[in-house]
């Protein structure tokens, strides 16, 4: 047995760590909203303003991160793949199955540890392993730079081709309710226009079936009613306008307004 193989078997355990470093960030400084990087920065974080500096270029950043991932698992590859033909000398095994072992258990290690996993802790506290990660991401992004240029102007130049527009930090609906309610203190924008904004944006968020009235609920008028009769039922009804009916509520002609008929009433007892 070579008297390097452990040194080997360290440094894929190195690597492995090191890819699973790589996955959890990308999937992690993605998946974190920008307002809740902003609030942390608020808060005294200097990791959140390393952070949101990286992602004012978010292209550059993923390709950094593809890069780094992208050589680490390159590595991984050749130091198995040597170590499967060593063990496979050493116990005298047919070459196919050492690849087969390599191919089949190493893929299994790498894609378990070093891909699925550390993305599905990254997605479960997305915001904490994020800023754990912006010391990292920094140096990885500051090494890889000249690569990075290389890349992204490749990158850029398929883009163009295809269409694709450049880089942007898209801002969700939750993301602009913090950011109108920020502009809201700061006295950028007054109260009112705060208000309408947020309801405009709750708006969005709305069902149907959260504002409609059932058809069997829905009060009435019917064209052929009396007056008395239709003062009555306005207000018993407690709705500011009623719809008017030619019969049935398939046939609808128009609304009535409570206003209208409160100012009718007065005119009759004036």
Known sequence: ??????????????????????????????????????????????EALRLLALL??????????????????IAMSVISASVARDIANYYQLSPILSVLVQVFAVTLVILIMGEILPKIIAVRNAIKHSLRMSSFLTVVYTLLTPLTAVFYWITELFARMFRIQGEEFIEDSEELSALVNLSGESGAIREKERDMIQSLLKLSDTRVREIMIPRPDIHAIDINQSLPDI???VRESKFSRLPVHGGDLDHIIGFIFLKDILHLTDKETG
């Not at 004012?56 to 698992?73: D, Q």
């Open 231 to 233: 003062i009555q039922e």
């Open 56 to 73: 004012n270029f978010p292209r550059r950043l993923l390709i950094a991160i593809l890069t780094g991932n992208t050589f680490v698992n």
């Open 1 to 46: 047995m070579p008297d390097d193989l452990f040194l080997r078997s360290i440094l894929f355990i190195i690597l492995l760590f090191f890819s699973g470093l790589f996955s959890s960030s990308e999937t992690a400084v993605f998946s974190v909203k920008r307002s809740q990087l902003e609030e942390k920065m608020r808060g005294g974080h200097p």
